[in-house]
């Protein structure tokens, strides 16, 4: 399986597409750019200056599908056609009041329902904050029992999740929870696995869990919930990411002066995350493993796999994931090549996703490699189109 395939992966952007994008990986690579960027991007929303059409034609569009629902379609079907599946999110982050909870939920039901029509759209996700307020994340995580107003609120969080996860069933479509910071996670994985006991009774997982495999204590909760899936009969759905929020983590740490739960080098991370791979592959039939990564080697330890096992390249229970604008060689080879692939496929309002384009610009600038890997894979295609010498 190669990937520099730069034909089929960029299949879909015009000459001008792929300038911009050349462009914006070039920006990526300068690390005070993408700062001063982002605090820009934030000013001027805050001053409600217009700025649309330059965020528009650069970033957000490289990012996002549209930032209408409607639009998202026309994308999510150019993908199909492609044989690449999406998982549509509506991309606004940080909602801190109950009517905004409110509003999350109406979303997320919304992308299930035309999920359901779409087979093009297997999934769905949400992110569990979007629905509770964080801060009873973090007392839960802590173990402190909610009294009063918290624990009315925290029934509210549980209320909204359930109803999504009920609507899943219903209309059978796979929901993915995000994986968020470790300080929020306990009760995050605690609410997940009731719901994989109480939903993933059938043949087919439905709720998948996000598991983050630069945390050192993660090998072992995947075997404790995989001895607990099979002692109690229930499937389990995984993403396996190796984790967004590595600066964070280990700077709150210091601050707070406990030992980061982050593996100690990405070499750590990887070995980590080959283990977790390597578990999952050995029990696909108690689990069903949709890999986020952008990652080439671990992409190629699962196909090595699947060809030593000798089983179907579109095998039901093996899914391979990149987000939107990103990793299209992955994708689109993978794609071509038979495998079952989705991305991620953000959209919203400009001004509403602006903090996630900020972390995508944040994370190709601090993700090692990924930015040089995208500029020359998009410049290999400029000059096999003859438009850059
Ligand atoms: C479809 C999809 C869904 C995702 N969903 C989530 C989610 O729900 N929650 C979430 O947290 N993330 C999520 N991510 C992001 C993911 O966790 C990674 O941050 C991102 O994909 C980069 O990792 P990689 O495997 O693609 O690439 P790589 O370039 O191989 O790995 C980069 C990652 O390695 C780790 N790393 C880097 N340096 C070090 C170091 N010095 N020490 C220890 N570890 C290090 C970090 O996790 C870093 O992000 C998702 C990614 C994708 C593609």
């Known amino acids: 399986m190669r990937f520099d395939d730069t034909k089929t992966a960029y299949s879909l952007r015009t000459d001008r597409e792929l300038y911009k994008a050349y462009f914006l990986f070039k920006i990526f690579s300068k690390q005070f750019l993408v700062y001063i960027g982002g605090k820009l ?119 909204r999740i359930t109803q999504c996860c009920e609507f899943a069933i219903k209309v059978n479509v796979r929901l993915l ?31 998948f869990n996000t598991i983050q495999m630069y945390r050192k204590d993660r090998l072992s909760y995947l075997k404790k919930i995989i001895h607990k899936s099979k002692k109690e009969g229930f499937q389990i759905g995984i993403k396996l990411v190796r984790g967004a929020y590595l600066e964070k983590e280990n700077e709150k740490a210091v601050k707070m002066g406990y030992s980061s739960p982050i593996c100690n080098s990405k070499k750590a991370t990887d070995k980590n995350f080959n283990a977790g791979l390597d578990l999952i592959l050995s029990k696909l039939n108690q689990c069903e493993l949709f890999l986020g990564s952008h990652n080439e080697e671990s992409t190629l330890r699962v196909i090595d796999w699947m060809n030593k096992k000798q089983i179907p390249v579109n095998h039901s229970r093996i899914w391979f994931s990149q987000l939107y604008g990103m990793a299209d060689h992955i994708s689109f080879n993978l794609a071509a090549a038979g495998y079952q692939v989705i991305k991620y496929v953000p959209y919203g309002p400009i001004k509403e996703v602006v903090p996630y384009l900020i972390r995508r610009a944040e994370e190709n600038t601090s993700v090692k490699g990924q930015t040089p890997r995208e500029l020359n894979l998009i410049k290999k295609e400029l000059v096999r189109r003859g438009k850059l010498g």
């Open 41 to 159: 991007a934030l000013l001027v929303i805050r001053l409600g200056l217009p700025f649309d059409s330059l965020f528009r034609h650069t970033v957000f569009y490289q990012f996002c599908a549209a930032d209408n629902q409607k639009d998202s379609l026309k994308k999510v079907n150019s993908l199909s056609k492609l044989n690449v599946n999406s998982y549509l999110h509506y991309a606004s982050e940080g909602q801190k009041t109950e009517r905004g909870m409110d509003e999350s939920l109406k979303r997320v039901l919304e992308t299930l329902t035309i999920s359901k029509l779409n087979d093009s759209l297997p999934f769905a996700v949400f992110k569990s904050t979007a629905f509770g307020p964080v801060e009873l994340f973090e007392k839960k995580t802590r173990g402190e029992k909610l009294i009063g107003e918290d624990l009315s609120a925290w029934s509210r969080a549980i209320e």
């Open 177 to 207: 929870i995000d994986a968020e910071e470790s300080w929020l996670q306990d009760a995050i994985d605690e609410v997940a696995l009731e719901l994989m006991q109480r939903y993933n009774i059938g043949k087919q997982p439905i709720i």
